[in-house]
């Protein structure tokens, strides 16, 4: 920055400049640097005004899907078709799981979670498919 402003004079005195063009020249840099500081003033300000929240937090979710995210983002989990449904801070959960440790896997999230009072436990585990399996027992020809 002070190499730019050396320049600048340098230019101005090899020139022939004037005191009153100088005068000017100094008036334009003034106000362009009067200017870049409010600029900066408006952008601090705006930052630091506390009424400006992040545009979603964990609180402006509603419980379904704060739990919706949480089943989602498990990796075992998130395959599985969970229904979810929130009555007075109860939640239902219907649906067919693959086995008994996703079945408590998904217990254990949703009752983990912040506003949830009390969890009602409608999944069921998924029967095994009595064809396919005696398929595969059966000895190949």
Not at 26 to 53: S, T
Not at 66 to 93: A, C, G, M, Y
Request: glycine share 4%; charged share 30%; hydrophobic share 40%.
């Amino acid at each position: 920055m002070l190499r730019g402003a050396l320049l600048i004079w340098s230019c101005f005195l090899l020139t022939g400049c004037d005191e009153k063009e100088l005068q000017k020249i100094r008036k334009v840099g003034d106000k362009a640097l009067d200017k870049a500081g409010q600029l900066a003033l408006d952008a601090w300000n705006k930052m630091q005004r506390p009424g400006i929240e992040p545009t979603a937090t964990t609180e402006s979710y509603s419980l379904v899907q704060k739990i919706q995210f949480r089943i989602q983002w498990d990796q075992q989990l998130t395959e599985v078709p969970i229904q979810i449904s929130v009555e007075h801070n109860q939640v239902k959960l219907n649906g067919e799981v693959p086995s008994e440790e996703l079945k408590k896997r998904a217990l254990d999230l949703v009752q983990s979670t912040k506003g949830v009072e009390k969890v009602i436990d409608l999944l069921t585990i998924k029967k095994a498919d009595l064809n396919s399996a005696t398929a595969d027992l059966k000895p190949a020809p």
